[in-house]
């Protein structure tokens, strides 16, 4: 049980100075420094930045609902 203990823990510890090291690579090589043209990039023209064209089956606006039924 003891060696058990000791796996988890040097696992624990491995892991989070990996994730630690690739942050500081990750804001090192500047992936944090224009988050909003990121963002930005899966809009299109047929979905416009602050419009919401994609709902949940049965949860799209009463308009969206009659385009639908007609």
Do not use: C, H
């Amino acid at each position: 049980m003891f060696y058990v203990f000791i796996f988890i823990w040097a696992f624990a510890l491995i892991a989070g100075v990996t994730m630690v090291w690739l942050l500081a690579w990750a804001i090192k090589q500047g992936e944090f420094k224009n988050l909003r043209q990121g963002a930005r990039s899966i809009f299109d023209d047929e979905e416009p930045v602050g419009m919401v064209t994609d709902y949940f089956p049965g949860e799209a606006p009463l308009m969206k609902q009659l385009e639908v039924r007609r």
